[in-house]
């Protein structure tokens, strides 16, 4: 234990940006190879990246070989190019959070360490880097950690050409870059990349009253690099696909938000324990804010209504609507460290020096053991996934074959298969609640209107599945299941599992004569 105070005492005193961010890095990377991807969101998003990488086609993501507009391509893009560099792994898959909480890590120290202290730097660097919250969403491939760093490298991109503009300093170099990080933020996650760090920014300096910063802040030339990094694809995609900006604009950003049947309906205060359980130990000094004394010093006035219109436009933006998914509200962490890291600092420059030391070190450590030991958890407790079974299909399946999923879409297969091939997927197509679920099936469906030509070859309805079969039998077929497929298709009775893990099936139905069951019909309509 003294050893690790010694060290975190030295830190405290003499530590780089470049230092804090390849140990935040070694950090957070190193475990992530350790389990298989999580399902659906890693699969999800894993799985668009892979097809990229096995296709050659990096202009559009595609889920199963249909174009899939529900989200932007900068998370693809990074992954798969990880993927084409590290190979199809976990690690390389998880590369893009990893990236982007490092850079949150990163950025923030520099900031707090030009702006306010070193001891503040380095305290909310420990703080933002250790705590649960960070390090869970820096292992897990989904867009929000990606979002979530370009939103703060935005934002601080920003505030540092605020404070160039007011000292007299050159900013118009940081100022680009500002946009051009907005630019990538679009990107990432579409029009909140550019309006969190936006109103961020507007009500830091609304509440200042530096209204003459406002106006120089907007420039044509950043307007121009905005339009640069951000365009393009937009453009290149509405050309191929005429339809992509009013489903990708309208519909994704605005209309969707008005229908029924989406998941995850919280109540507005939900981010509120989310924040402050998942930052456990750290939160746990918040109470040290809640004083005059604190908000009286006026020494980093201007970093504090910074770091609290940042803190409150993330928290209300994100709890107004009534679909709330924990990793929104990511880019709320580098403020909330801040506020956590601030008193933490002052009392290591005070009196009580060493007491506060030894705290900041023990909370150190049992933010440190939570994380090792949640990913501890996953491992002995592994979580479904197609890895399993791709391993075992792996023996015999050739890639002239093809795959079916009956009732049911494995986003995972192909990266643990490391095929890049469409496969059929069975289900009620024509279920008349099926453009308000909010599921795989909705977003095959949805991808299938951009090449109905290509849907309607990969898209079977359960009445049209033994004719799939029987027609072409030159071509050696899986079927993917579960225990409960053989209920929904009879004829499957006859046929012995190739393969099995927990609920999940894999049939294999070689090429060759007829099969007994041609002539039969399977029940319609099941799931």
């Not at 030009?114 to 660097?125: C, E, F, G, S």
């Not at 979002?147 to 160039?164: D, E, H, L, M, Q």
């Amino acid at each position: 234990m003294n050893r690790l105070v010694n060290l975190v005492s030295r830190a405290l005193d003499a530590c780089s940006t470049w230092k804090v961010v390849i140990a935040t890095f070694l950090w957070l990377a190193a475990t992530t190879w350790t389990r298989p991807l999580l399902l659906p969101d890693e699969g999800r998003y894993v799985g668009v990246a892979w097809s990229m990488l096995g296709v050659g086609q990096f202009s559009v993501p595609r889920l199963d070989g249909l174009p899939f507009f529900h989200k932007p391509p900068l998370f693809y893009w990074i992954t798969a190019l990880a993927m084409q560099c590290f190979g199809a792994n976990e690690w390389a898959a998880r590369l893009s959070s990893v990236l982007s909480a490092t850079l949150m890590v990163g950025l923030l120290f520099w900031f707090l360490k030009t702006y306010v202290h070193q001891k503040v730097a380095i305290v909310a660097a420990l703080i933002l880097a250790s705590q649960p919250f960070l390090f869970g969403a820096a292992q897990y491939a989904n867009l929000d950690m990606t979002v979530a760093g370009i939103i703060s490298a935005t934002v601080i991109a920003g505030a540092a050409a605020v404070f160039r503009l007011e000292r007299g300093e050159s900013y118009r170099l940081v100022l680009a870059l500002a946009y051009a990080m907005a630019g990538l933020g679009f990107l990432a996650k579409g029009l909140i990349g550019i309006v969190l760090p936006g109103g961020i920014l507007f009500f830091w300096l609304l509440g200042r009253r530096r209204f003459d910063t406002m106006r120089r802040l907007f420039t044509w030339v950043g307007a121009g690099v905005f339009l640069l990094v951000s365009l393009p694809w937009m453009l290149a995609m509405q050309w191929h696909y005429p339809g992509f900006f009013d489903y990708y604009i309208i519909y994704q950003h605005f209309e969707r938000f008005l229908e029924q049947g989406f998941n995850n309906p919280h109540p507005f205060w939900f981010y509120i324990p989310v924040l402050l359980g998942l930052t456990l130990p750290w939160s746990l000094q918040l109470w040290r804010v809640f004083n005059k004394t604190y908000w009286s010093d006026s020494a980093y006035g201007a970093v504090r209504g910074l770091m609290l219109s940042w803190l409150l436009v993330v928290l209300i933006f994100f709890s107004l609507p009534s679909s709330k998914l924990v990793g929104y509200v990511l880019p709320a962490l580098a403020p909330f460290a801040f506020f956590l890291a601030e008193p933490f600092a002052a009392r290591l420059r005070g009196v009580g020096a060493a007491k506060a030391l030894n705290t900041l070190t023990r909370f150190l450590l049992v933010s440190i053991v939570i994380c090792l030991a949640s990913v501890i958890a996953l491992i002995v407790a592994p979580q479904p996934s197609s890895r399993t079974l791709a391993n075992e299909m792996r023996a015999n399946y050739r890639p002239a074959d093809k795959i079916v999923m009956l009732d049911r879409y494995s986003y995972d297969l192909d990266f643990y298969l490391h095929t890049s091939k469409s496969v059929f997927v069975v289900s009620d197509w024509d279920a008349s609640d099926l453009k308000f679920q909010d599921n795989w099936r909705k977003e095959l469906f949805d991808a299938g209107q951009f090449e109905p030509d290509t849907a309607a070859r990969l898209l079977i309805k359960p009445q049209d599945l033994i004719g799939k079969l029987c027609t072409d039998r030159v071509i050696t077929l899986w079927l993917w299941g579960d225990k409960n497929s053989v209920a929904d298709y009879p004829f499957l009775a006859s046929i012995l599992p190739y393969a099995v893990d927990g609920k999940s099936r894999v049939w294999r139905i070689q090429a060759g004569p007829a099969l007994s069951f041609c002539a039969e019909t399977p029940k319609s309509g099941q799931e």
